[in-house]
């Protein structure tokens, strides 16, 4: 004891009875143990086992007088930092001390930095326009993960609804009184109390037989002085409350929340504004047009059904709606007297006509979040074989969504008056779409439109609002390939 002296920072507790030294062990925080390996009925691996499973970043160094190679490799794997054998320099022992503190120190550093270090990645994701659900578990996860948590969870308010909803949860399958706390329910949970101010609530508990520290920790994410949400996090342990520094670490990643909360509305508001503003435009053009009056809504419900049987993703579709809204905005830079001539164009007036798809481009170039949709309104007027314009595009250098849009665009058409020939019924335009396969439609596009059809789900009673057409019901046989 007296030549441990000079470790004043240390509270030294000496046992000459190994399982009062056990006992201890188990209920007081420990940072580093000094056994022999032999102690009557009880062994120094039983000392190491207990405190290692008790304290995981404890240093434990074992001594003993009879060494064999075989017992200082089984000690070492069990996490033992260091095997002395006797007898040994007091110096020596002391020197061993010092290498396994500042080991441990250096250790818990490493988990400071690798603490820093997922904030700053969570950061990078942030500040990169990351999708807001997967970034929010990203943040519960960070919060369990480095504070060794029993649970965590984010609760969001729906502004629409004006409710606030559970989003994301991670850690262990909690009690009743831990989960109705993570959802901000119950007399601990954020709703009970201030919503502007963090909340530490602390508590002793037993779990089999054994006392534990719980602490209930809430952070409110705050944006432009509004609460829009909570970051709940539960933590047990055996023997301490959440420290001030793990708290701070909290602070953090709920900050992270609202600002990722906040930019994703913000976004969304945005990105509506701009949609709406174009959806306007694609209106105008209608408008002007007297005879494709709602023709992007009636495409849109050919091109849905068609794409679900060609086995597109949920992103993919969330984009099929946009592009068949906005495909010929580019339009609204033909004239009037080209756009609804009854007769057939001069060769300057197709010219301007054709120019379309690349005015709509250009429209749409310079919005970020309408960049998946340029398919759509670039090449839907090109042809499999490679005839079409504006790029003379075939085969599958075409995108998908060009290739879909010209048949379900081509449907439409025939399907509806046009001031150079009237409407056709559903029987001319399916033999018509047979009949260009492969010169000017994708076959396999044509094939996924006809096995909709067929099925039903191609409702054109529905979409045109006609009480009878000619061949609806009668097959199609489809050409060979």
């Known amino acids: 004891m007296e030549s441990?002296?000079?470790f004043e920072d240390f509270l030294v507790n000496k046992f000459t009875n190994a399982g009062?030294?056990?006992?201890?062990?188990?209920?007081?925080?420990?940072d580093l143990v000094l056994t022999d390996l032999v102690m009557g009925?009880?062994?120094?691996?039983?000392?190491?086992?207990?405190?290692?499973?008790?304290?995981?970043?404890?240093?434990?160094?074992?001594?003993?007088?009879?060494?064999?190679?075989?017992?200082?490799?089984?000690?070492?794997?069990?996490?033992?930092?260091?095997?002395?054998?006797?007898?040994?320099?007091?110096?020596?022992?002391?020197?061993?001390?010092?290498?396994?503190?500042?080991?441990?120190?250096?250790?818990?550093e490493n988990l400071e930095l690798r603490s820093q270090l997922e904030l700053m990645k969570i950061s990078e994701a942030l500040a990169g326009g990351g999708k807001l659900y997967p970034l929010l578990t990203r943040i519960v996860e960070s919060a369990v993960r480095e504070i060794e948590a029993e649970a965590a969870s984010l609760v969001v308010l729906d502004r629409k609804a004006e409710?606030?909803?559970?989003?994301?949860?991670?850690?262990?399958?909690?009690g009743k009184s831990v989960e109705e706390f993570l959802r901000a329910e119950g007399l601990k949970g954020a709703l009970s109390l201030d919503r502007d101010k963090a909340h530490t609530i602390k508590e002793e508990i037993k779990i089999e037989g054994k006392p534990y520290k719980r602490s209930y920790v809430i952070y409110p994410l705050i944006s432009k002085g509004q609460n829009i949400g909570f970051l709940n996090l539960v933590s047990t342990n055996r023997f301490s409350y959440i420290?001030?520094?793990?708290?701070?670490?909290?602070?953090?990643?709920?900050?992270?929340?609202?600002?990722?909360?906040?930019?994703?509305?913000?976004?969304?508001?945005?990105?509506?504004?701009?949609?709406?503003?174009?959806?306007?435009?694609?209106?105008?053009?209608?408008?002007?047009?007297?005879?494709?009056?709602?023709?992007?809504?009636?495409?849109?419900?050919?091109?849905?059904?068609?794409a679900r049987k060609m086995g597109w993703e949920n992103d993919q579709m969330m984009e099929l709606r946009n592009g068949c809204?906005?495909?010929?905005?580019?339009?609204?830079?033909?004239?009037?007297?080209?756009l609804n001539k009854p007769g057939k164009l001069t060769e300057r007036e197709r010219k301007i006509m054709q120019e379309h798809p690349e005015t709509g481009a250009r429209i749409l170039h310079r919005i970020p979040f309408?960049?998946?949709?340029?398919?759509?309104?670039?090449?839907?007027?090109?042809?499999?074989?490679?005839?079409?314009?504006?790029?003379?595009?075939?085969?599958?250098?075409?995108?998908?969504?060009?290739?879909?849009?010209a048949v379900v665009d081509t449907f439409d058409a025939i399907m509806t008056d046009r001031p150079y020939r009237p409407s056709a019924d559903a029987q001319k335009a399916l033999e018509e779409l047979i009949r260009f396969k492969c010169k000017q439609f994708d076959p396999a596009v044509v094939d996924a439109f006809m096995e909709a059809y067929h099925e039903g789900s191609l409702n054109c009673r529905a979409i045109y609002g006609r009480s009878s057409l000619k061949g609806e019901t009668k097959p199609v046989q489809t050409a060979p390939v």
């Open 325 to 338: 809204i906005l495909h010929d905005i580019g339009k609204i830079g033909v004239p009037d007297a080209i």
């Open 41 to 108: 009925k009880y062994s120094g691996v039983q000392i190491l086992e207990t405190t290692l499973k008790n304290h995981p970043e404890a240093i434990v160094i074992l001594m003993t007088g009879y060494p064999t190679v075989k017992t200082a490799i089984s000690v070492l794997k069990k996490g033992g930092y260091d095997y002395l054998i006797k007898p040994f320099k007091l110096e020596d022992l002391k020197s061993t001390i010092r290498r396994g503190l500042e080991h441990q120190r250096i250790r818990r």
């Open 243 to 306: 420290s001030p520094g793990q708290e701070h670490l909290v602070s953090l990643l709920a900050s992270m929340a609202a600002s990722a909360v906040e930019s994703t509305y913000m976004d969304k508001n945005l990105r509506k504004s701009y949609l709406l503003t174009i959806k306007a435009l694609a209106n105008a053009v209608e408008a002007r047009d007297v005879y494709t009056a709602g023709h992007t809504n009636r495409v849109y419900r050919l091109a849905k059904s068609t």
């Open 370 to 405: 309408l960049k998946p949709v340029t398919p759509y309104v670039l090449s839907h007027h090109e042809r499999y074989d490679g005839t079409g314009y504006p790029h003379g595009l075939a085969g599958e250098n075409i995108p998908i969504e060009g290739r879909l849009l």
């Open 163 to 174: 409710k606030y909803r559970l989003r994301c949860l991670s850690g262990s399958e909690p």
């Open 4 to 6: 441990l002296g000079e």
């Open 20 to 30: 009062k030294a056990i006992e201890y062990i188990g209920e007081n925080v420990v």
